[in-house]
T-cell receptor, first 116, second 119 residues
């Protein structure tokens, strides 16, 4: 078990381009979360999945953002027509909600996005 | 509305000093969870503790201890005999209300406290 893996670690893109990030959660974890963290701030919730179902999306997630978890394993987060305000660290986390009251979130190291 | 306030932006101590990180939260819910996470320079958030709103007992884990006081809506974190490896950003977080038969991990984080431990 190697923990939550995120790729790429860094992404530099030009404004208007599309980008896609990938997250591989800890195997057997049925819940997967996406958070966004800007400099000097705490992480902000974006969305989460239970298995392949996307159960909730934050109002922070504009229509340019889409997340998928097609087989209930890895997840992708796509940002279309990137804007400079999208520059942030995108964090993925997973947890095993099959174990009742196990609320421990395991985070990945994140993908740092810079939009020029 | 739910909110977490970490008023201390940065703290600098010398190794072996004790240090307390403050956390004040706001919620209208009677059932909730409080968390502390550590974010070292590598960026990965590391879980430290989860506390149920019904359990006000203080907890100690090695050099770490936590003081939960519902009366003042605070959940403070103390590191005893600090070490250089404790240098990191520490986040306090509050969970959304319990649903689906168990607490969710949709967390509301504070802005974090940067702890610098000098040798």
């Amino acid at each position: 078990d190697t923990g939550v893996s995120q790729n790429p670690r860094h992404k530099i893109t030009k404004r208007g381009q599309n980008v896609t990030f990938r997250c591989d959660p800890i195997s057997e974890h049925n819940r997967l979360y996406w958070y966004r963290q800007t400099l000097g701030q705490g992480p902000e919730f974006l969305t989460y999945f239970q298995n392949e179902a996307q159960l909730e999306k934050s109002r922070l997630l504009s229509d340019r953002f889409s997340a998928e978890r097609p087989k209930g394993s890895f997840s992708t987060l796509e940002i279309q027509r990137t804007e400079q305000g999208d520059s942030a660290m995108y964090l993925c986390a997973s947890s095993n909600q099959k174990v009742r009251h196990d609320e421990k979130l395991f985070f990945g190291s994140g993908t740092q996005l810079s939009v020029l | 509305a739910q909110k977490v306030t970490q008023a201390q932006t940065e703290i600098s101590v010398v190794e072996k000093e004790d240090v307390t990180l403050d956390c004040v939260y706001e919620t209208r819910d009677t059932t909730y969870y409080l968390f502390w996470y550590k974010q070292p320079p590598s960026g990965e958030l590391v879980f430290l503790i989860r506390r149920n709103s019904f359990d006000e007992q203080n907890e100690i884990s090695g050099r770490y201890s936590w003081n939960f006081q519902k009366s003042t809506s605070s959940f403070n974190f103390t590191i005893t005999a600090s070490q250089v490896v404790d240098s990191a950003v520490y986040f306090c977080a509050l969970s959304e209300p319990v649903n689906y038969g168990g607490a969710t991990n949709k967390l509301i984080f504070g802005t974090g406290t940067l702890l610098a431990v000098q040798p």
